[in-house]
């Protein structure tokens, strides 16, 4: 089993930059992929960011060029910098590990609101 605890979500103006955390515990392996999700109010869950085990990186398109994903595979800890945020960033964000043959573990999720 895997237990995902997410920290660092908040309320912050637009313009200003949040820092996610996800901790990871449990049965972690070197080729669990990590990745964020939002889901806004009435929205769908959608991709922000994504990082395999190998390192690569894959970001949503509205979130391209404002928040980077990075993770320490010593602390089984991956990041979100979100940077130049937007009210409509504003969601529960989710992590998110899935193991090579394709099962999904999710955190709780944390809030995070922009606005003014």
């Known amino acids: 089993q895997v237990q995902l605890e997410e920290s660092g979500g908040g309320s912050v103006q637009p313009g200003g930059s949040l820092r996610l955390s996800c901790a990871a515990s449990?049965?972690?392996?070197?080729?669990?992929?990590m990745a964020w999700y939002r889901q806004a109010p009435g929205k769908q869950r959608e991709l922000v960011a994504a990082?395999?085990?190998?390192?690569?990186?894959n970001y949503g398109t509205s979130v391209k060029g404002r928040f980077t994903i990075s993770k320490d595979n010593f602390r089984n800890t991956v990041y979100l910098q979100m940077n130049s945020l937007k009210p409509e960033d504003t969601a529960v964000y989710y992590c998110?590990?899935?193991?090579?043959?394709?099962?999904?573990?999710w955190g709780k999720g944390t809030l995070v609101t922009v606005s003014s």
């Open positions: 990082i395999t085990s190998g390192g690569s990186t």
């Open positions: 449990g049965s972690i392996f070197s080729t669990d992929a």
């Open positions: 998110n590990l899935r193991r090579a043959y394709g099962t999904d573990y």
